[in-house]
């Protein structure tokens, strides 16, 4: 019942360290990508793009590009 | 070893001509609500007022025309990026019939007037139950066709349907949460303040991960195809991706910018949604880009020219939207008709044009023929751009000038436009223009119609259709980045997103759930008596919230001509919120005895009455229906349970009081001339109405006390 932890606490301390998690939180993935996508292999890279590309009667195995 | 198999593509086909029919359906509605607006005639019945139509028209453009056409394209792209067929035909069909019967019920009970009174979630309990089962077995299927793939690595746009997937169902759980009075009439969990920002969380985050996210999903893989080259930068996609999903469930608060809202949930809301521009752009470049070298093309290919509008209007819509969150220009904006204009840059030229130039480029395909006319493609093209243009144009005028109007003053220092109806008459030519905006458009969809009928005559559905692949080994992968190790494991990924969205939603929601001080109490506010209770059920049924706000913003242009701003702790008994988004008429929000009862009673019964060139409907049958008094104890029950203080005897005698305070109401009416009974709901309905906004007026002492 919401009624019953609503009002649990009548303060909160330094309400403002909710907004500087936020960002720390978004700002780590962030940096997390672009240092993926800044190491990441050209081959993988061209594989994944040609993704769509490839027909249903691509028979090359390029499905099992491994390890990349 | 090559493995031969079929792609299921009646499934694609029933989604995708399912797609066409309520979009068309849902366009007419809401034609005929842009038409209701200048034509208060229009309004015809009491089930097809203003107020009831506009809700099916968004539930219909949103969950059935785009809701049916992300489905048609994730069950094509799902098969062929993954090289296999569906996890299952049984649940791809109840997926489709199901979906189908929602939407069914959804135009039966909008018009009924059943609804939660929360913009774009609506549908009451138990619809929303059948949705969230729905929107469940497309999960099991969507992950089992990903579990018994012949592919790898997924591609990106696998990873937006999966976002979309776990966040939909997050936000449809969360916000849906209500305590069921009867079978079509429920009470929102949360309260003011608090539902509010549920609300919006999840109103924001539908237009995140209902309109967008799968929409990009379907742009990185339609666009490519369509364009036969691989998309600009994969690795922008990634950034793309990550950045997007971890700001945009953030900005949710923006909606409620200058309101009651605590000021610190606003500026998160302001901050994420200006970053929103970053990764939204990225991915905007990385679709036109991705016509690199093929734009003489777009010059001839329908479909590539729907795509390119559509990005581009993606484009648009996502630089506006954080320069609307920006707290000067949405003090211009909110309320307005800027938004509307803004909401259908996104809608129509978005998700409708991409919708489109998928439906010329799968048709075809899937009938192993060639499209019937690409002349009337391009036909349709070109209706469609000029009426987003003829659409979109007049309402940024109207909406811009009307909120000049609301903010103009005398030297003297007196309101300008005092009377809120001159401001919406001057701008009622808007109106019409829009109105022949969207006939334009509707009139191209037809055109698609036609053109899709002629093509699936000429060919023949490639029901099955054969591929084959080698199967995927089972090897011991070991290496390699963290990131590809991702796009080997969906699980992973489904979990990763999900923590990605939900970190965002509770560290905006729970502080303002625990933090007594962000909602100061007002001892003043009080419950709302039976009769109120019951009122403001109607003033919900009849979607008042549609035009009406209640939040007064503190601004002295507000002030000046509604009264004292609104304040958090005056809201704390109103489940659902009805601040509203959207001014067609003036806030209600100080209503409370500012006419005489009789007032109110003529008022609705026609409103030019009162107000001489309204373009409110008339709402006749509230005079002759009368009150469905058998809900009263359940309803004060229900409220008990969601802790608003009314005394445990009370539910016992609230038909009582109900009808004390309504035998009140008719002496004063027929004192002046008005001949009616107390069991009439238009007693209910001026009950709430002047007790909305009263409470901080009133001393503690002599406010009229529910106990």
């Known amino acids: 019942m919401l009624k019953f932890i609503k009002h ?43 993704l769509p590309l490839v027909g249903p009667t691509d028979t090359n195995g390029s499905n099992n590009h491994a390890n990349q | 070893m090559i493995e031969r198999f079929q792609y299921d593509n009646r499934i694609v086909k029933n989604f995708l001509f399912i797609t066409i029919l309520w979009g068309v359906v849902g366009m007419l509605v809401g034609l005929i609500a842009a038409l209701q607006l200048v034509v208060p005639a229009l309004n015809f019945s009491e089930w097809t007022t203003f107020g009831r139509l506009r809700p099916l028209h968004t539930n219909a453009v949103i969950f059935a025309f785009v809701g049916n056409a992300i489905f048609a394209g994730a069950y094509y792209s799902l098969q062929r990026l993954l090289k296999t067929r569906m996890f299952s035909d049984v649940l791809s069909k109840i997926h489709f019939w199901g979906w189908q019967l929602i939407i069914v019920s959804a135009a039966i009970t909008l018009p009924l007037g059943m609804t939660q009174g929360k913009e774009y979630a609506e549908l009451e309990w138990p619809i929303d139950i059948a949705i969230a089962l729905v929107w ?29 997937w776990v966040t939909v169902a997050m936000l449809h759980i969360v916000n849906s949460i209500s305590i069921p009075v009867t079978l079509g009439k429920s009470y929102s969990w949360y309260a003011g303040v608090q539902d509010a920002l549920v609300q919006w969380w999840y109103g924001h985050n539908a237009v995140a991960f209902f309109l967008t996210t799968p929409f990009l999903g379907l742009m990185y893989y339609f666009l490519p195809k369509a364009a036969n080259r691989p998309v600009y930068s994969y690795k922008l996609s990634i950034i793309h991706f990550w950045s997007l999903i971890f700001i945009y469930i953030w900005a949710g608060p923006h909606h409620l910018l200058y309101s009651a809202l605590p000021e610190w949930a606003q500026s998160l809301g302001v901050v994420f949604s200006v970053m929103l521009i970053a990764p939204s752009w990225g991915g905007m470049l990385n679709g036109l880009l991705t016509l690199r070298g093929a734009w003489d093309r777009v010059r001839e290919d329908p479909v590539l020219k729907f795509f390119v509008v559509a990005v581009t209007c993606y484009g648009m819509a996502t630089l506006e939207g954080p320069l609307l969150s920006i707290k000067f220009i949405n003090s211009i904006a909110h309320f307005t008709d800027w938004i509307i204009a803004h909401v259908h840059i996104g809608g129509i030229g978005w998700n409708g044009f991409l919708t489109f130039g998928m439906v010329y480029w799968l048709v075809p395909r899937l009938f192993g023929t060639k499209l019937y006319s690409v002349k009337l493609a391009n036909v349709h093209f070109w209706l469609g751009t000029l009426g987003i243009i003829f659409y979109a144009i007049p309402l940024y005028f109207a909406g811009f000038f009307q909120s000049l109007m609301w903010k103009q003053f ?85 979990v990763f997103s999900l923590i990605a969205v939900a970190i965002g939603g509770i560290i905006e929601m729970v502080p303002t759930f625990l933090v007594k001080s962000n909602v100061p109490t007002i001892s003043s506010v009080k419950p709302y008596t039976p009769l109120e209770l019951q009122g403001r059920d ?24 509604y009264g004292e701003y609104s304040k958090a702790g005056e809201f704390v008994y109103d489940h659902p919120f009805q601040w509203g988004s959207k001014r067609t008429g003036p806030d209600l929000h100080r209503v409370g005895g500012k006419y005489p009862h009789s007032w109110h009673y003529y008022h609705m019964w026609d409103p030019t009455t009162m107000s001489p060139g309204s373009l409110m409907p008339a709402y006749p049958h509230l005079l002759e229906n009368a009150l469905d008094t058998t809900t009263t104890r359940r309803k004060i029950e229900a409220m008990i349970t969601l802790g608003v203080p009314y005394d445990p005897e009370f539910p016992a005698q609230a038909n009582a009081e109900l009808r004390q305070q309504g035998e009140g109401i008719v002496a004063d009416l027929k004192k002046a001339g008005i001949e009616t009974s107390s069991d009439r709901e238009i007693i209910a309905l001026i009950a709430y109405l002047q007790r909305v906004g009263t409470d901080i007026k009133a001393k503690p002492a002599t406010v009229a006390t529910a106990q």
């Not at chain 2, 008459?425 to 055109?447: N, P, T």
């Open chain 1, 8 to 50: 649990h606490m009548d303060t909160i301390g330094g309400i403002g360290i909710y907004p500087v998690i936020s960002f720390v939180i978004f700002f780590s993935i962030f940096c997390i990508a672009l240092l993926y996508v800044w190491r990441a292999r050209r081959t993988h890279i061209d594989h994944m793009a040609s």
């Open chain 2, 136 to 164: 469940v077995l497309f999960g099991i299927n969507m992950f089992g066709t990903i579990l018994k793939r012949r592919e790898r690595h997924l591609y990106v746009a696998i990873w937006f349907y999966i976002a979309t």
């Open chain 2, 410 to 494: 005398t030297p003297d220092g007196f309101l300008v436009y005092k009377n809120f109806l001159d401001t919406l008459l001057e701008i009622k030519y808007a109106y019409w223009l829009r109105a022949l905006g969207g006939s334009i458009y509707l009139i191209g969809a037809f055109v698609m119609v036609y053109n899709v009928v002629k093509t699936v005559k000429a060919g023949k559905l490639i029901a099955n259709e054969d591929a084959e692949a080698p199967a995927l080994e089972k090897v011991k992968v070991t290496g390699g980045h963290w990131h590809t190790w991702i796009e080997r494991r969906p699980i992973q990924m489904l």
């Open chain 2, 538 to 561: 109607i003033y919900v049924r009849e979607g008042c919230y549609t035009c009406h706000s209640q939040m007064i913003r503190p601004f002295r242009s507000e002030t000046e001509r």
